[in-house]
């Protein structure tokens, strides 16, 4: 069973940065982070895979970064020009080696305008 720690996350205004946060326990192949907003479905943030490809979507290409550290099996995100409607709960996710997907109990992220 794989266990998400995150940290990170809180209240910023617009255009500052935060960061966050987490490490996951046992093998896994894939770690990033997904967001909810308010009565919508988690949306993807950015990944990065065991090889080291990473994924973002495209409303944070250029403002947010991923990176992750194999040997402490720990992802950042670093976010940067942060928006108003950045303004999230941000869930850490990993991906096992049997492909079972697994989630952190999520952090919330408030920007003000």
């Known amino acids: 069973q794989v266990q998400l720690e995150e940290s990170g996350g809180g209240w910023v205004q617009a255009g500052g940065s935060l960061r966050l946060s987490c490490t996951a326990s046992g093998n896994i192949f894939d770690l990033g982070w997904y967001r909810q907003f308010p009565g919508k479905q988690r949306e993807l943030v950015a990944t990065?895979?065991?090889?080291?490809?990473?994924n973002y979507a495209d409303s944070v290409k250029g403002r947010f970064s991923i990176s992750r550290d194999l040997v402490k099996n720990t992802v950042l995100l670093q976010m940067n020009d942060l928006k108003f409607e950045d303004t999230a709960v941000y869930y850490c996710?990993?991906?096992?080696?049997?492909?079972?997907?697994?989630w952190g109990k999520g952090t919330l992220v408030t920007v003000s305008q």
């Open positions: 990065s895979s065991l090889g080291g490809t990473t």
């Open positions: 996710y990993a991906r096992g080696i049997f492909q079972q997907d697994y």
